[in-house]
């Protein structure tokens, strides 16, 4: 049905940067709703940032202000930039899409996850 493909994960140094992209194919993704979400080893799976089809925006507290999340319709892919970023942000990060009640399609679905490592 509808396939996630995240990338742009890798070892960053804290107060780095990275830009993770989540790609969709198999539906039109601008009228999803896709979020962020991140895992640590033993821990939760936790939202980090999300997004809505008309463009409205949510994150962690954790992350509000260092983190953007946005779309590219015409790429059908949603971007997580991340800024300043922290050993705490080490994570398996996922995206996320939930299609709109009226879609062929229907339930979750999800990436099979980018890593992000910050480490000096």
């Known amino acids: 049905q509808v396939q996630l493909v995240e990338s742009g994960g890798g070892l960053v140094q804290p107060g780095g940067s990275l830009r993770l992209s989540c790609a969709a194919s198999?539906?039109?993704?601008?009228?999803?709703?896709v979020g962020w979400y991140r895992q640590a080893p033993g821990k939760q799976r936790d939202l980090v940032a999300a997004?809505?089809?008309?463009?409205?925006?949510k994150y962690a507290d954790s992350v509000k202000g260092r983190f953007t999340i946005s779309r590219s319709n015409a790429k059908n892919t949603v971007y997580l930039q991340m800024n300043s970023l922290t050993p705490g942000d080490t994570a398996i990060y996922y995206c996320?899409?939930?299609?709109?009640?009226?879609?062929?399609?229907?339930?979750?679905?999800w990436g099979q996850g980018t890593q992000v490592t910050v480490s000096s």
């Open positions: 997004v809505n089809s008309i463009g409205s925006t």
């Open positions: 198999g539906s039109i993704f601008s009228i999803y709703d």
């Open positions: 996320h899409a939930k299609p709109p009640y009226y879609s062929a399609y229907s339930g979750d679905y």
